[in-house]
């Protein structure tokens, strides 16, 4: 009797099916629609942007929606947390453009404000598919308010999305667009259209626009500002430090940082919260009773709401 292991083994082939050319052309359709999809590095998930719509379309003051959606980012982040992706910012950028669109400025200022630096959302293209910036869907919703304040933040003028469409072409192409969808609100709409060309055409013209006034909330009530910057911190001994000010100001070194940053909003709000933090008011109030810092109180009103 032979044994049956000593035979020789005889490998199955498997026999490839053949191709349906159905089936790949329709491959090579798919693939080549794949290819021409960029990649939008600011996406948020579904359900994240319905709920924050949902925020946006409540009847809620604007600063219990201003905390919510805080609140909602900074639990989704912590959530994350072991992720590559900056969820943070992909979702304050949502939060951006929905308050271009709505007009929402101060919700637009309380985000901004309150971020160490503002610069990496102003011009950020939000949409691969329209490469709009903020400042292009403030444009084309007639977000007057919000063109303001973005403008004074320096959002780029000269920006052209896919279209080709300039922000001036978005301020006319959005006015004949909201017309056909608000029949009855012509002259409404004229009026805030109209706003929005004027505030364009001053600021390519190198004209200074009014600072618009917000109550920015304080930092503690709307974010963890340990996720969004290592800038200031507590040491154990109650020393509070921030590299960007000087812990040991005198009068001429707090008057010049004063002039220094007394037109650029967000900082000069840190600088009062710095000096507020470690007891600098009696300086703060010397130097603010000072007749050059008087002339610049004037010619920049808006910064007595932060003081």
């Not at 099916?17 to 794949?34: D, Y």
């Amino acid at each position: 009797m032979s044994n049956t292991f000593d035979s020789p083994i005889e490998w199955e082939t498997v026999r490839n099916k053949k191709k349906s050319p159905k089936v790949e052309l329709r491959k090579e359709r798919l693939l080549k629609t794949l290819g021409n999809i960029e990649l939008n590095e600011n996406y948020v998930p579904k359900p994240i942007r319905d709920s924050i719509d949902e925020i946006f379309k409540s009847s809620e003051s604007t600063y219990d929606k201003i905390k919510k959606l805080k609140h909602k980012v900074n639990n989704f982040v912590q959530y994350k947390n072991n992720s590559d992706i900056n969820w943070r910012k992909c979702l304050n950028i949502y939060i951006i453009y929905n308050s271009c669109q709505n007009n929402k400025h101060e919700i637009l200022a309380n985000i901004l404000d309150n971020c160490p630096d503002y610069s990496i959302y102003i011009n950020t293209i939000s949409s691969t598919k329209s490469g709009n910036t903020c400042l292009s869907d403030a444009a084309y919703y007639g977000s007057d308010m919000c063109i303001n304040y973005l403008l004074n933040r320096g959002a780029k003028l000269d920006h052209v999305n896919k279209a080709g469409e300039s922000i001036l072409d978005l301020v006319t192409i959005g006015l004949k667009h909201s017309k056909r969808r608000f029949p009855n609100a012509q002259k409404i709409l004229e009026s805030r259209y109209e706003d929005c060309r004027r505030l364009i055409e001053q600021a390519l013209a190198g004209e200074k626009l009014p600072e618009v006034i917000v109550d920015i909330l304080p930092i503690d009530e709307i974010t963890d500002i340990n996720k969004e910057t290592s800038e200031s911190k507590t040491v154990s001994n109650g020393e509070y430090i921030n590299e960007e000010f000087d812990n040991d100001y005198n009068f001429d070194t707090l008057k010049a940082a004063i002039t220094e940053f007394i037109e650029d909003p967000p900082k000069f709000r840190k600088l009062i919260t710095f000096l507020k933090a470690t007891n600098m008011n009696e300086l703060l109030i010397e130097v603010l009773d000072d007749d050059d810092v008087k002339e610049l109180l004037i010619d920049n009103p808006y910064v007595l709401k932060l003081i």
